[in-house]
């Protein structure tokens, strides 16, 4: 189910490896100020292209024709609490981006240019790894959430959970597989990077 979000996940994993080499090309330079000015730069720019893709991907999934998804329907998500990730998307970007300048910069104390540089690059890749965790987690949750939302605009009142059915689904997973819920009384899922989902029962 989850294959036009990874769609829009590669595209951003691609579109972040640009943003964040900016960071890196900045690492040449021996300038706090010109960090942090490439750092705030990244972070703006990512968050609003993220947002700019949960946006399509709440079109994709609502599928219909007076679709309401509309980037208040996407901040709705950034800027509430989620108590699986157990933040919300809007203040941790706000803390990954000030982490992000701290560990970058701490690589500028090093006297050694070349091992400073290496340091860096590699602080900045951690960096890009852990935001595109925190975009990956978020984007399967708009999928989900418009998903449910296109179900009860088709009258649905009962749905049904799925799981993948593999070797790497939880023991909660394995034992929700196939059951119905109330449309309105869904259990949440259980785990960061849970794709199990769900489909409409009438």
Known sequence: MYEYTDKILNYLNKYYIREFRRIKSVLLFDSLNKLEKAVDTCYDRIYKETRKRYKQIGEHYYDQEDSYINYLWVDKFLNGFDPLTGYVFTNETDRKRARAFE???????????????????????????IWARQAKQFADEITDAAVLDNLKAQGYQKVQWH?????????????????IYDID??????????????????
């Open 103 to 129: 560990e970058i910069a701490s690589t500028f104390e090093n006297d050694n240019k070349d091992l400073a540089r290496i340091a860096g690059n590699k602080a900045v890749d951690k960096c890009m790894r």
């Open 185 to 202: 009384n869904i259990p949440p899922k259980p785990h960061i990077n849970c794709r199990c989902w769900l489909t409409g029962i009438k």
């Open 163 to 179: 799981s993948e059915e593999d070797a790497r689904v939880c023991d909660i997973c394995y034992e929700r597989n196939n059951k």
